[in-house]
C-alpha cells in the first residue's frame, strides 16, 4: 500500500511539473506598461500581463533630436524625469519625421486589447505647440487626434510665464491585436524650440495562450556535394526538400529548389553569384511573393559568406515557401522572425545618400511610390527613370504593387536622354536583368527578357527598333539557341530594306553587323522566328574610316569615339596599324577595359593634352582589374600624344578609389608624350614584360604606378593628387613593384625612374612600397618640387613581402639641390621576413642604370625619336607649300594658316588662300609627330630646320647619367666636358 501511494505521489509531481512548464493562458487580464522618462529601451510592464509581453521599443522620427532630460526646478519637474526633443523642421505636421512611437508586442497567440493611453508634455520657449496622436493595432492606423483646444495645448514654459506640464489622458476603445504602438506627432513647434515629455502610460486587456514556434531553423551549405546541412547538423527539418545539380564549391549548386514549410514570419538568407539569375519565392498557391537579384550582391570565395541577399516572409499564415534558385546557389539559410506589422520604405536620391523622406506601411502590403520625380534632383539633359533597390548600375527596379515584407531602400535614378548625333555610340546590353527598355530613347523593342544566358526572346514578327543619326554601324549579339530557320530584316522608315542576316549564331553570343549610310531615321530589325538576342550595338559616325594604305592611318574625325572603336576593333585583327586621333574628348561613357589586343598597334594623338580618351566606370565597379579605359593584351603597342583619364569619382568611393587608365598585360609597350589622369592605380604594368616611358605626365594618389615587369619612366612628370577634393591632404605612394621573382636580369630591374620631376597636390609622399615578388624601385636624378618627400623616403612595411631593392640616386629640389643623404640604411619590413640594406646607389652603381643595360636589343627610345624635315618652300603664288622628304617617313601632319592639321604622306600641300603661316610634323616609324617645324615665308620663300640627333642634345655626368640642364656640377654636352 505504501509503495502504491508513493507512486502515485510521483506521478502527481510528475503532472504538476507538466502543468507548471505549460504556457500561461490569459483571459482578459488587465495592465499597464509604462515609460517613466519617455526614451527607455523597454517599458516598465505590470506583473500581471508581464508574461505575456515579447518586446516593447520606443522609435523616434529622423527629424527629431533628442537634446537633453528636462529639468525644471520652477516647475517642479526633477532632472531626468523628461525626455525633451527638437525638431529639424519647423511646424511639422503629422509625418513619420517627427512622430515617436511607443510600442508593445506580444507574444504569438496572445493578444492586447487597448483600453486608455496617457502622457504628459511641456514646451520650452513661448509659441504655441501640441501633439497629435493616433495608435496601430496590428500596423493598422486609426484616426489621428489633433490637440487644438487650447486647453489640450502643450503648456508653455518661460521664466515670464512657468506652466507645469499637462497631463492628456484618453480613454481608447480598440480591436485586439498582437501588436499595440501608440504614434505621438510633434506639431507646430519651431525648429528652435523644444518639447519634453514623460509618464507614458498604455492600459489594455491581455487574453490568449502562447503558441510556440514549429518552424525549425536551417543551413544548407550548396558547396558540398552533395549538400550539407550545418544548422542542424546534418538532418533537414521535416518537410524541407531539396533538388539541383552540384556545379563546383564556390558557385554551390545549379538551379537549387528548395520547398519550406513555414509557419509564420521566416528570414531567407540566399548566397549571392555574379553569374546567377533571379530568384524567386512562391507560396502554397504558386502565386510570386518575391523575385530576389542573387547575381547584383556578388560573388563570394570557397568559403566565405559576405555577399547575400535576404528576404523575410512577414505573415502569421502558414504555407510552403519554394525557393528557386537562379542558376547558382551557394548556400541557403532559413530563421523564425518576429513579425514585422509596421515596415519602413526609404527613399533616397540620386547621389544614393541623401534620404529624402520615409514612410511607414503595413508589412506585405502592395508598395505605392510616395515620391516621384518632383522629389528628386533631376540635371538637365537627364531623365529620371524610377526607384531602384540600390544605388548601384546593376539594381533592379522596385515596382508599385510589391508586396513589402521588411525594410525597404528605394534610390532615385537619372541617366542622359539618348539622342542620336553624329559622333554618338550606345551598347545596350540586353541580357542584363537589370537592362529596362523603358529607359532609353535610342532602342524600343517588343520582345522581352528570358535570361541573362540569353538574353531577350523574341517571336514572330517582333522588333528592335534603333534610331540613327545618319551614317552608323549597327552591331546584333545572336545567340546560339535561336531557331535555325529565324532570320532578320532591317529596313527605314519608308521600309528600304538595309539588311538581312540569320539570327541563329555559330557561337553562343557572335554579332552580325551592318553598315547604314543616309540620313537620319529609325531602323526596324524585324525576327520572323523565335529569336534570342544578347547585345545591340549602334556606332553612329561622321564618315565611314577606312584604313590609308598610303599614310598607314585610319584617320578619325576629331571627337568621332565610335569610328575609333570601330577602327581599334579593325586594327585588332589584322595589326600593324596606326589610329590618328585629332585633338578632341574620346567619350567611352562607362564602358571598361576596351581592348588593344593586335600586334604593333600605334594610337597617336594630336597633342598630349588636346586629344583625351577617357571613360568615367560607375563607383561600385572600382577595382584593379575592372576599371581600366583600356587594357591591352598585344605586343608592341604604342602611344604618343594624347591623355587617358579614367574619371571614375575618386572622393566618393570612401575608400578606396582603384581607377586605372592603362591596364597593360602586353609587351614591348612604348607611352611618350602620353598623360593619364586618374588617382589610385593609374598605371598597371600587369606582365612579366618590358614597358618605357617617355616625357610624359601621370597623375595619381596610392600606388599609382604598379605592377610587374621592367618599366623606365625616362623624363616623366609625377603628379600626387591630394586623398581629398579639399585642400592638399594625405599621404601619398608613387609606386607599388609586383616584380616576378626570377634570376634572369630580363626582367629583373623593376620600376625604374630616370630623371623624373614630382609634383605633390597632397600633403606627403614616399617613392615607393613593396607589392610582392622581388619588389624593385630606383629613383635617379629625381626633381622633387616642394618639400613633400616624407623622411622615410619609401615606405618600411611590405603589403605582402618586404622590398627587395628599393633604391636612390641624386635627389633634387626644385633649385636643382641635392637632396639625398649620403648614407640611408633602411629595414624594410614583413611578417614573412624583414630586409636590410643601404638604399642609396654609388655613382658606379647608378651609372648601370641607363636604357640599354635595362632592355639590351629592344630600344624603346630609339624607336620613339622623333624626326623633323630639314627644309620647306612656300611657293611664288604663296598657295603651294613644299617640303624635302624625310627618309623613313610615311606621313607628315601640316597646318597652314592656324587651321586643323591634314594628314598627307604627300611632301606638299596646295591651299586656296595664301599660306601666311605653316606648320610640318613628321612621323617617326611608329607613326607619332615630331616636334613642329615652323614656315613663316614672310620676307623669304624657304626655311631649313635643323636637326640634331637626340644624343647631342642630351647632358650627362662623368659617371654615364643624363642630367637636367639645371644639374650643377661637371657635365659632358655635345661631347664637351663643361663646369656649371
Known amino acids: 500500500m505504501k509503495r502504491t501511494l508513493r507512486l502515485f505521489a510521483s506521478l502527481l509531481l510528475v503532472l504538476i511539473g507538466a502543468t507548471s512548464a505549460m504556457a500561461q493562458g490569459y483571459d482578459n487580464v488587465s495592465g499597464t506598461l509604462s515609460w517613466a522618462v519617455g526614451d527607455e529601451t523597454n517599458a516598465t510592464v505590470t506583473e500581471g500581463i508581464s508574461g505575456a509581453v515579447l518586446e516593447t521599443g520606443v522609435t523616434v522620427g529622423t527629424d527629431l533630436v533628442k537634446t537633453h532630460n528636462a529639468a525644471y526646478s520652477s516647475l517642479e519637474i526633477a532632472a531626468g524625469t523628461y525626455v525633451t526633443y527638437q525638431p529639424a523642421t519647423s511646424n511639422p505636421g503629422c509625418v513619420a519625421t517627427d512622430m515617436i512611437e511607443y510600442t508593445v508586442k506580444m507574444k504569438k497567440g496572445i493578444t492586447f486589447k487597448p483600453t486608455g493611453v496617457a502622457f504628459d508634455a ?60 501608440l504614434r505621438l506627432y510633434i506639431s507646430n513647434v519651431a525648429n528652435n524650440k523644444k518639447m519634453s515629455i514623460g509618464n507614458i502610460k498604455i492600459n489594455g486587456v491581455v487574453s490568449g495562450t502562447e503558441e510556440a514556434r514549429a518552424f525549425k531553423d536551417f543551413k544548407i551549405n550548396f558547396r558540398n556535394d552533395p549538400y550539407t546541412v550545418t544548422e542542424p547538423e546534418g538532418t533537414l527539418p521535416e518537410g524541407v526538400t531539396v533538388a539541383g545539380t552540384f556545379h563546383d564549391a564556390q558557385h554551390g549548386y545549379t538551379d537549387a529548389t528548395v520547398t519550406i514549410p513555414v509557419d509564420g514570419p521566416v528570414k531567407l538568407t540566399l548566397g549571392g553569384c555574379q553569374y546567377s539569375n533571379q530568384a524567386t519565392v512562391t507560396d502554397a498557391e504558386g502565386n510570386v511573393l518575391a523575385t530576389l537579384d ?30 528557386k534558385c537562379g542558376s547558382y546557389c ?131 514578327g517582333q522588333s528592335i527598333k534603333v534610331k540613327v543619326a545618319g551614317k552608323a554601324y549597327v552591331s546584333v549579339g545572336n545567340c546560339l539557341y535561336s531557331a535555325g530557320e529565324a532570320n532578320a530584316t532591317v529596313t527605314t522608315e519608308d521600309g528600304t530594306v538595309v539588311a538581312t542576316f540569320p539570327t541563329k549564331a555559330d557561337s553562343d553570343g557572335a554579332e552580325h553587323s551592318f553598315q547604314y549610310d543616309g540620313d537620319a531615321t529609325t531602323l526596324t530589325i524585324t525576327f520572323d522566328g523565335v529569336t534570342y538576342i544578347h547585345k545591340v550595338s549602334v556606332y553612329n559616325v561622321v564618315d565611314f574610316v577606312k584604313y590609308d594604305e598610303a599614310t598607314g592611318y585610319y584617320n578619325i574625325a576629331a571627337g568621332d569615339v565610335s569610328s575609333f572603336l570601330l577602327a581599334l576593333t579593325s586594327a585588332n585583327s589584322t595589326g600593324n596599324k596606326k589610329i590618328f586621333l585629332p585633338n578632341g574628348v574620346y567619350d567611352l561613357g562607362e564602358t571598361a577595359l576596351t581592348s588593344i589586343s593586335g600586334k604593333n598597334i600605334s594610337i597617336i594623338g594630336e597633342s598630349m593634352n588636346g586629344t583625351i580618351i577617357r571613360n568615367a566606370p560607375p563607383v561600385e565597379n572600382e577595382g584593379i582589374g575592372t576599371t581600366a579605359t583600356l587594357l591591352n593584351t598585344s605586343d608592341g603597342l604604342y602611344i604618343q600624344d594624347l591623355t587617358i583619364q579614367n574619371a571614375l569619382d575618386y572622393y566618393a568611393t570612401g575608400g578606396a578609389g582603384r581607377a586605372v587608365c592603362l591596364q597593360d598585360k602586353g609587351a614591348n609597350t612604348i607611352c611618350k608624350n602620353v598623360r593619364m589622369l586618374s588617382y589610385q592605380d593609374t598605371y598597371y604594368s600587369n606582365k612579366a614584360s618590358n ?45 607599388a613593384p609586383n616584380c616576378t621573382a626570377t634570376t634572369a636580369d630580363r626582367y629583373n630591374w623593376g620600376y625604374v625612374f630616370l630623371d623624373c620631376t614630382v609634383e605633390s597636390l597632397c600633403k606627403d609622399f614616399t617613392f615607393a612600397r613593396s607589392w610582392g615578388g622581388e619588389s624593385k624601385a630606383t629613383f635617379i636624378n629625381t626633381k622633387v618640387l616642394d618639400g613633400s618627400l616624407n623622411a622615410s623616403r619609401f615606405t618600411k612595411g611590405g603589403m605582402n613581402i ?138 623669304a620663300k624657304s626655311i631649313t630646320a635643323t636637326v640634331k640627333a637626340d644624343s647631342k642634345t642630351k647632358t650627362y655626368t662623368l659617371n654615364g647619367i643624363q642630367v637636367g640642364d639645371d644639374y650643377k656640377g661637371i657635365v659632358i654636352k655635345d661631347g664637351v666636358k663643361t663646369i656649371r
Open 294 to 323: 542573387t547575381r547584383g550582391a556578388g560573388c563570394d570565395t570557397n568559403t566565405s559568406t559576405d555577399h547575400v541577399v535576404t528576404w523575410v516572409y512577414n505573415s502569421e499564415t502558414p504555407t510552403t515557401l519554394t525557393v
Open 691 to 735: 614597358f618605357y616611358w617617355e616625357d610624359s605626365e601621370i597623375h595619381g594618389t596610392v600606388d599609382y604606378l604598379c605592377g610587374d615587369g621592367n618599366v623606365v619612366y625616362n623624363r616623366v612628370r609625377l603628379v600626387n593628387e591630394s586623398r581629398s577634393k579639399d585642400g592638399k591632404v594625405g599621404s601619398n605612394v608613387i609606386c
Open 802 to 939: 618586404a622590398a627587395s631593392a628599393f633604391k636612390e640616386y641624386n635627389t633634387m629640389d626644385a633649385s636643382g639641390k641635392v637632396i639625398s643623404p649620403a648614407s640611408n640604411v633602411m629595414t624594410f619590413t614583413h611578417s614573412a621576413g624583414n630586409n636590410t640594406y643601404e638604399t642609396i646607389l654609388s655613382d658606379k652603381e647608378a651609372a648601370e642604370f641607363t636604357v640599354a643595360n635595362i632592355y639590351g636589343e629592344w630600344a624603346p627610345d630609339v624607336t620613339a625619336a622623333q624626326v623633323q624635315v630639314s627644309s620647306a618652300t612656300v611657293s611664288e603664288d604663296k598657295h603651294t607649300l613644299t617640303w624635302t622628304a624625310v627618309e623613313g617617313s610615311a606621313a607628315y601632319l601640316v597646318s597652314v594658316n592656324g587651321k586643323a592639321a591634314v594628314l598627307t604622306d604627300a611632301t606638299s600641300l596646295t591651299a586656296d588662300e595664301d599660306i601666311t603661316a605653316a606648320t610640318i610634323r613628321t612621323a617617326n616609324g611608329r607613326g607619332g609627330f615630331g616636334p613642329a617645324v615652323s614656315v613663316d615665308p614672310t620676307g
Open 122 to 181: 511641456v514646451k520650452e520657449g513661448t509659441d504655441g505647440a501640441y501633439f497629435s496622436w493616433s495608435y496601430t493595432i496590428d500596423g493598422k492606423e486609426g484616426a489621428i487626434t489633433a490637440y487644438s483646444d487650447p486647453k489640450n495645448q502643450i503648456r508653455r514654459n518661460n521664466n515670464a510665464n512657468p506652466s507645469a506640464p499637462i497631463t492628456h489622458e484618453e480613454s481608447v476603445s480598440g480591436d485586439a491585436g498582437r501588436v499595440f504602438t
Open 330 to 460: 551557394p548556400f541557403i539559410y532559413a530563421e523564425a522572425t518576429e513579425l514585422l506589422p509596421m515596415v519602413d520604405v526609404k527613399y533616397y536620391d540620386t547621389d544614393g545618400k541623401t534620404l529624402i523622406g520615409t514612410e511607414k506601411i503595413q508589412g506585405g502590403s502592395a508598395l505605392t511610390y510616395k515620391y516621384g520625380s518632383g522629389d528628386i534632383k533631376v540635371p538637365e539633359g537627364m531623365a529620371f527613370r524610377g526607384w531602384f533597390n540600390s544605388a548601384q548600375a546593376s539594381a533592379l527596379k522596385v515596382t508599385e504593387g510589391t508586396a513589402v515584407q521588411q525594410e525597404l531602400s528605394l534610390y532615385a535614378r537619372v541617366t542622359a536622354v539618348e539622342q542620336a548625333t553624329p559622333t554618338s555610340r550606345f551598347v545596350f546590353d540586353i541580357n542584363k536583368p537589370y537592362f529596362y527598355d523603358e529607359d532609353h530613347e535610342v532602342i524600343d523593342m517588343t520582345g522581352s527578357f528570358h535570361d541573362a544566358q540569353h538574353g531577350w526572346a523574341f517571336s514572330n
